[in-house]
């Protein structure tokens, strides 16, 4: 990890973080005041960020490649419950105002670049721009409410209804996303997927 003003791309994670989801609204001196606190990590692909059970808990800016939000049962069988990518964030926010472990893990699904903060210095400078706050905590909201949809989707419609529903809402990812996690994320095989994405294109030409 090397602290922001530290790293040799330090203009272009600047950049970067200006057209983050959440941060885009802040003025420079916030910004400024922001960056102090920022360190960068490259990840490897499949690297974790934060285990499921953990106590701490940091917010991450994601600057480039993917990560997803797995969670585990005790017999280790997996489900994602989505996916980040550039310009998007992932947190356990909710998870530390409650003052509980982290319910679920966060990896890297390709390589991956992201900017990170313990939460506590993160909530301690939301509290310090209560608009952001207010942003953030509606993201973290909508990103909840997007999560129990998936899940409800899974058990609500069949194989097809699951994949037609992804182009829908997130066709970008579609193409991004590595064949084999997306499949996992959708609750399918492989080869499944494979048809199904198949068929599409062929309805669509």
């Known amino acids: 990890m090397t602290a922001l003003d530290k790293h040799p791309e330090k203009n272009l994670i600047r950049l970067q973080l200006s057209q983050n989801s959440v941060l885009k609204s802040l003025d420079a001196e916030a910004m400024a005041e922001l960056e102090r606190h920022l360190v960068i990590s490259d ?3 499949s690297e974790i960020l934060l285990h499921q059970g953990d106590h701490q808990m940091e917010q991450y800016f994601v600057l480039d490649g993917i990560l ?3 969670v585990s049962s005790a017999d280790a069988k997996e489900m994602i419950l989505r996916f980040a990518i550039e310009k998007d964030i992932e ?5 530390w ?6 319910p679920y893990s966060i990896a890297s699904v390709t390589k991956a670049r992201v900017a990170r903060m313990p939460l506590k210095k993160w909530a301690e400078f939301l509290d310090a721009h209560r608009p952001l706050k207010e942003s953030f905590e509606f993201e973290v909201m909508r990103l909840m409410s997007e999560i129990m949809a998936h899940t409800i989707t899974l058990h609500m419609l069949d194989a097809p209804g699951r994949v037609e529903r992804f182009l829908r809402k997130y066709e970008d990812l ?7 996690e997306l499949a996992a994320y959708l609750n399918l095989s492989p080869e499944t997927l494979s048809r199904l994405k198949t068929k599409h294109k062929e309805l669509f030409v």
């Open 174 to 180: 579609f193409e991004l996303l590595p064949k084999k």
């Open 91 to 95: 947190t356990s926010y909710a998870a």
């Open 68 to 70: 997803k939000r797995i």
């Open 43 to 45: 990840l490897k692909k």
């Open 97 to 102: 105002r409650l003052k509980t472990a982290a």
